[in-house]
C-alpha cells in the first residue's frame, strides 16, 4: 500500500479544518499534560509525533517550549498544521510511518489518535511502524502509543459495523461532514488492539514496557484498561 494509495487521505482532504470540530478532538491540552508528566517532558526535548494529523498535540508540545517533528501522509492536514506554527519549535513533513528512517534522535516518540498506528490494515507492515519509533528514540527515550480497544469494539458493535475478529480490524460507515457543510459517507477501518497484544508487539521492537493504561480522549489517567474505556494507551521506554 502506497501513501497516496491510503484510506485516509481522501477523507482527510474532503473533512480538512472540521475535524478539529470533533468532539475527541477537544481534550489536547489535558492529554499533554498528562504525557509531559509521564513522559517527563522538558523544554528544549525533542519529540516525534508520529501520524500528527493537523498537528494539534505537536502544536501544543511546542507551546511549552519541546522541539516537535510532526509527521503525516495528509498534505491537507499538515498545511492545517503549518498554518499554526507561527514562531513555535516544531517542523511538520510528509511522510508515511512506514517509511521512517530516523535513528537514535529523539527523546520521545508520541502516536496518538490512531494517527501513525492503527490505520494500516494491521499485519506486519503496521507492527513494523513500532520497531522504526524504537529506532528513532535516543537510549533512555519514551513512547507513549495509543490503539483502539478491541474490547470495546465489540462490546459495542454497531448495526453498520463489521469486526473482522482474524485480522482485529473494525470496518464502518461512517458520514463525513466537511468545513462547508457537504456530508459523504467513508469507510473506515480500524485496527483494534488487547494490551496484551501491545506489550508483545513493544518487545518484539526492543522496548520495555513501562504501562498499559485505559483512556479516552481528553481524560488520559492512569487507569488500568477496561471493555467499556475506547483505547489504550501504552507508555514503554528503549532500554539504556
Same mark, same amino acid.
Given at each position: 500500500?502506497?501513501?497516496?494509495?491510503?484510506?485516509?487521505?481522501?477523507?482527510?482532504?474532503?473533512? #480538512?479544518?472540521?475535524?478539529?470540530?470533533?468532539?475527541?478532538?477537544?481534550?489536547?491540552?489535558?492529554?499533554?499534560?498528562?504525557?509531559?508528566?509521564?513522559?517527563?517532558?522538558?523544554? #528544549?526535548?525533542?519529540?516525534?509525533?508520529?501520524?500528527?494529523?493537523?498537528? /494539534?498535540?505537536?502544536?501544543?508540545?511546542?507551546?511549552?517550549?519541546?522541539?516537535?517533528?510532526?509527521?503525516?501522509?495528509?498534505?491537507?492536514?499538515?498545511?492545517?498544521?503549518? %498554518?499554526?506554527? #507561527? *514562531?513555535?519549535?516544531?517542523?511538520?513533513?510528509?511522510?508515511?510511518?512506514?517509511?521512517?528512517?530516523?535513528? *537514535?534522535?529523539?527523546?520521545?516518540?508520541?502516536?496518538?489518535?490512531?494517527?501513525?498506528?492503527?490505520?494500516?490494515?494491521?499485519?506486519?507492515?503496521?507492527?513494523?511502524?513500532?520497531?522504526?519509533?524504537?529506532? &528513532?528514540? /535516543?537510549?533512555?527515550?519514551?513512547?507513549?502509543?495509543?490503539?483502539?480497544?478491541?474490547?470495546?469494539?465489540?462490546?459495542?458493535?454497531?448495526?453498520?459495523?463489521?469486526?473482522? %475478529?482474524?485480522?482485529?480490524?473494525?470496518?464502518?460507515?461512517?458520514?463525513? $461532514?466537511?468545513?462547508?457543510?457537504?456530508? /459523504?459517507?467513508?469507510?473506515?477501518?480500524?485496527?483494534?488492539?488487547?494490551?496484551?497484544?501491545?506489550?508483545?508487539? &513493544?518487545? $518484539?521492537?526492543?522496548?520495555?514496557?513501562?504501562?498499559?493504561?485505559?483512556?479516552?480522549?481528553?481524560?488520559?489517567?492512569? *487507569?488500568?484498561?477496561?471493555?467499556?474505556?475506547?483505547?489504550?494507551?501504552?507508555?514503554?521506554? /528503549?532500554?539504556?
Amino acid at each position: 500500500m502506497s501513501s497516496e494509495g491510503l484510506w485516509f487521505n481522501p477523507l482527510a482532504a474532503f473533512v #480538512g479544518r472540521a475535524y478539529l470540530r470533533n468532539a475527541f478532538t477537544k481534550g489536547t491540552v489535558q492529554e499533554i499534560d498528562f504525557l509531559v508528566d509521564a513522559l517527563e517532558l522538558r523544554p #528544549g526535548m525533542r519529540v516525534l509525533d508520529a501520524g500528527c494529523g493537523p498537528g /494539534r498535540h505537536t502544536l501544543e508540545l511546542g507551546r511549552r517550549g519541546i522541539a516537535v517533528v510532526g509527521v503525516d501522509t495528509s498534505p491537507d492536514f499538515l498545511a492545517l498544521a503549518r %498554518a499554526e506554527a #507561527g *514562531d513555535l519549535p516544531v517542523e511538520f513533513h510528509e511522510v508515511d510511518v512506514r517509511q521512517l528512517a530516523y535513528a *537514535d534522535a529523539f527523546d520521545a516518540v508520541i502516536c496518538l489518535c490512531q494517527g501513525g498506528f492503527g490505520l494500516l490494515g494491521g499485519g506486519d507492515g503496521e507492527l513494523g511502524v513500532v520497531a522504526r519509533y524504537a529506532a &528513532a528514540l /535516543r537510549p533512555g527515550g519514551r513512547l507513549a502509543l495509543s490503539a483502539f480497544s478491541s474490547y470495546f469494539v465489540v462490546r459495542h458493535l454497531e448495526p453498520d459495523e463489521h469486526f473482522d %475478529a482474524d485480522a482485529g480490524v473494525n470496518h464502518e460507515h461512517a458520514v463525513v $461532514r466537511a468545513a462547508d457543510g457537504r456530508e /459523504r459517507t467513508f469507510d473506515l477501518w480500524t485496527t483494534c488492539y488487547t494490551p496484551r497484544e501491545l506489550r508483545l508487539i &513493544a518487545a $518484539r521492537a526492543g522496548l520495555a514496557v513501562d504501562a498499559v493504561f485505559g483512556v479516552q480522549p481528553g481524560r488520559y489517567a492512569r *487507569d488500568p484498561p477496561s471493555i467499556d474505556v475506547p483505547e489504550h494507551l501504552l507508555l514503554a521506554h /528503549r532500554p539504556e
